[in-house]
């Protein structure tokens, strides 16, 4: 099993910064790519940023330049640096690990629970 917790959300006023974490445990040989999603009330699941066991990182459009992704291979964590929030930024965001357990070969794909943020005056 793999458990993903995150942590740093919380309320921040536009054009605040917030960071959140997350760390990956459980009976894990290794992780590939890591992530963050986000999803908003009345709306789907979207792609926030990822980055691999390499440092290759991707970003939706909509957070390119404001948000950053980084990760610690030897702690198992992720955390994302989030600049310049804008209301639309409020989701609760959600910790994704593409991880492959000591028990098999196969990758899964893991989530954790999710934290609230919510950018608001």
């Known amino acids: 099993q793999v458990q993903l917790v995150e942590s740093g959300g919380g309320l921040v006023q536009p054009g605040g910064s917030l960071r959140l974490s997350c760390a990956a445990s459980?009976?894990?040989?290794?992780?590939?790519?890591m992530g963050w999603y986000r999803q908003a009330p009345g709306k789907q699941r979207e792609l926030v940023a990822t980055?691999?066991?390499?440092?290759?990182?991707t970003y939706a459009d909509s957070v390119k330049g404001r948000f950053t992704i980084s990760r610690d291979n030897a702690k198992n964590t992720v955390s994302l640096h989030m600049n310049s929030l804008k209301p639309e930024d409020t989701a609760v965001y959600y910790c994704?690990?593409?991880?492959?357990?000591?028990?098999?070969?196969?990758?899964?794909?893991?989530w954790g629970q999710g934290t609230q943020v919510t950018v608001s005056s």
């Open positions: 994704n690990a593409d991880a492959v357990l000591t028990t098999n070969l196969r990758v899964r794909d893991y």
């Open positions: 459980g009976n894990i040989f290794s992780i590939n790519a």
């Open positions: 980055i691999t066991s390499g440092g290759r990182t």
